[in-house]
């Protein structure tokens, strides 16, 4: 088989020999990790997928039924502009950098790592989905979503592989060693170790998870290391389907909760088999308070090195700002001190994974309002929300304190005694399992949820999506 067709790419492969030969020792071991943790029991099926085959508006997104480990895993990157220069920081202007600049190549190659890490994980963390998907349209996104999370890990790999030396070809190792969820040899960050067993947290992991990653790649497709610029910009049309597979499929229950409610105004929606609006308000703040771990330290003289060298910038630095080099500015945000929220002001650049993670909360808040707007167009009275960004929280300032869901500070036992009240509990999670039952007839779709708007790529919802 030809090069091209094992490993499609538009890096020019064939002329890095070196290279070439690690990606090429990598792929079998990617194999057998892919057939032992990718999704169970689907392996040999043909699936509607789209494939990257380049990153032209004609190639990146081919439909065709394929067999997920025949899926052409490839290494696309946006291609490299011509006199590519550092958008931000204290080198704003110079000449982006083709290599990783020496004093930045540990702290680099971990945020190459760390995001590569969450790609892997998340397809270990959903392999068992398919056994009880609510339709073929939503067996397919699933599939979709792992096979590109696969193609994610792939772009990651040939980074750490064509910039990182040695170091680089053990971590690409390590990504295939480590196991969501596994107490020995954990994922690297806590959102991918937590069990997503049922579609409610599926959903609510693209949506609320994946949704982290659009902004922490928005971040690095502006630096000024230009691979990992390049890499992030083309990963980033993918992840937008991730996206839109977490926002509707929660909106899609969302509303299939509230139009039982209306067809039935004094029965419980359990006993109509559907996922009660508190049931769903509590998955919605795990996930959320989970998700809103992965923008690191409130306070983070890391996001301000980043910054200062062009590595990491503000989401659409170019397109949002005007002034790239923030020396001057301060940001305020509440802290805790001596066992009471006071305000702190903090240089900008200090500030920066909460500036990111306000970008994020604001997009979350968006998709709130429009699925409080499908409860009320259903006639019902209730409006689901999103706990303050302190609630829950493992990573930065309000970790190891105690909030409730508007963010005022309380004590440990306060938050033990409503912890049932706020977050899942184990009879949700079995209540939420027990509505899981396979639907795989096509056009047909579990009592529990809304069917889809409309199908994928101009097919019907009716479609043959996942031939079984
Ligand atoms: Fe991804
Ligand atoms: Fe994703």
Wanted: one cysteine or more; proline letters at 5%.
């Amino acid at each position: 088989m030809e090069l091209y067709e094992r490993i499609p790419n538009n890096v020019n492969l064939s002329e890095d020999k070196r290279l070439q030969r690690a990606l090429e020792k990598w792929l079998p071991d990617y194999l057998d990790w892919w057939r032992e943790m990718g999704p169970e029991g689907f392996q040999e099926k043909d699936v509607w997928l789209r494939t990257a085959v380049s990153v032209e508006p004609e190639g990146w997104a081919h439909f065709d039924y394929v067999r997920m480990p025949d899926y052409r895993w490839g290494i696309f990157l946006k291609p490299a502009e011509r006199d590519a220069r550092v958008g931000f920081g204290d080198n704003c202007g110079a000449p982006a950098y083709q290599e990783v600049p020496g004093e930045f190549r540990n702290p680099l190659r971990r945020i190459v790592v760390t995001q590569a890490d969450t790609e892997p994980a998340s397809v270990e963390q959903q392999r068992l989905l398919g056994q009880t998907c609510p339709s073929l349209y939503d067996l397919r996104n699933l599939f979709q979503v792992n096979v590109e999370e696969g193609r994610h890990l792939w772009a990651m790999v040939y980074l750490l592989h064509g910039y990182f030396g040695r170091d680089g070809r053990d971590e690409a190792d390590a990504l295939l060693e480590r196991r969501s969820g596994n107490p020995d040899k954990p994922r690297i960050l806590e959102a991918f170790n937590q069990p997503c067993d049922d579609w409610l947290n599926f959903f609510c992991f693209t949506m609320f998870t994946d949704r982290d990653g659009k902004y922490q790649l928005s971040a690095l497709a502006e630096s000024g290391f230009e691979p990992l610029a390049r890499t992030c910009q083309f990963m980033l049309t993918e992840e937008a389907h991730h996206l839109f597979v977490g926002e509707t499929g929660v909106g899609r229950v969302v509303r299939r909760t509230a139009q039982l409610m209306k067809e039935n105004r004094n029965e419980d929606v359990r006993s109509l088999g559907g996922i009660p609006f508190d049931i769903i308000q509590r998955y919605f703040n795990y996930w959320y308070s989970y998700s809103l771990d992965l923008f690191g330290g409130e306070i983070s003289s890391n996001a301000a090195d980043f910054f200062a060298a062009g590595l990491k910038g503000r989401y659409q630095e170019r397109k949002k700002y005007t002034e790239h080099l923030i020396k001057e500015d301060a940001f305020t945000l509440p802290v805790v001190e001596d066992g009471r929220l006071i305000e702190r002001v903090v240089p900008m650049r200090n500030a920066l994974n909460e500036v990111l993670r306000g970008e994020y909360v604001r997009d979350c808040v968006r998709a709130l309002e429009r699925w409080n707007k499908y409860i009320a167009d259903e006639g019902v009275d209730h409006q689901l929300t999103l706990p303050s960004t302190r609630f829950h929280r493992h990573v930065g300032e309000y970790a190891g304190h105690f909030f409730d869901v508007d963010g005022s500070l309380i004590a440990e036992e306060e938050f033990e005694r409503r912890r049932d009240e706020w977050l899942p509990t184990s009879a949700d999670r079995e209540y939420v399992r027990s509505l899981m039952h396979p639907v795989t007839e096509p056009g047909k779709i579990a009592n529990w949820i809304a069917p889809p708007a409309t199908g994928i790529k101009g097919k019907p919802f009716e479609f043959e999506y996942v031939r079984l």
